[in-house]
């Protein structure tokens, strides 16, 4: 059900998030939240790191057109480009890479 442009389960409003790759307004729970630590985006998988926050499809496609559109410096508001490998690395599998904290 629809309400004011929100989805609702249980009579509460789902929480949406806008994907910084393909720009779709989707419920949180559907995205992964990234976060800057230092010069590195990385996945907040639990939803606790500290900073502001972007939302992403877990999609190869989406991270691909996020670098396109140069999407993680806008977001997260950083003067240069940003290294996307530990998002990569989490959407391609390699999980044990994408929880390093940067060094």
């Known amino acids: 059900?629809?309400?004011?442009?929100?989805?609702e389960y249980g009579g509460l409003a789902a929480p949406q998030r806008t994907c910084v790759g393909c720009r779709v307004r989707t419920a949180k729970s559907e995205l992964l939240r990234l976060v800057?630590?230092?010069?590195?985006?990385?996945?907040?998988l639990r939803g606790r790191l500290p900073g502001r926050g972007?939302?992403?499809h877990p999609s190869m496609s989406c991270l691909e057109l996020a670098e396109r559109r140069r999407a993680f410096p806008r977001?997260?508001?950083a003067?240069?480009?940003?290294?996307v490998s530990r998002v990569r690395a989490h959407l391609e599998g390699d999980h044990e890479m994408s929880c390093r904290t940067p060094s």
């Open 1 to 7: 059900m629809r309400r004011h442009g929100k989805l």
């Open 36 to 44: 800057r630590v230092e010069d590195h985006v990385v996945p907040d």
């Open 54 to 56: 972007a939302s992403l």
């Open 75 to 77: 977001a997260f508001r």
């Open 79 to 83: 003067p240069g480009p940003l290294d």
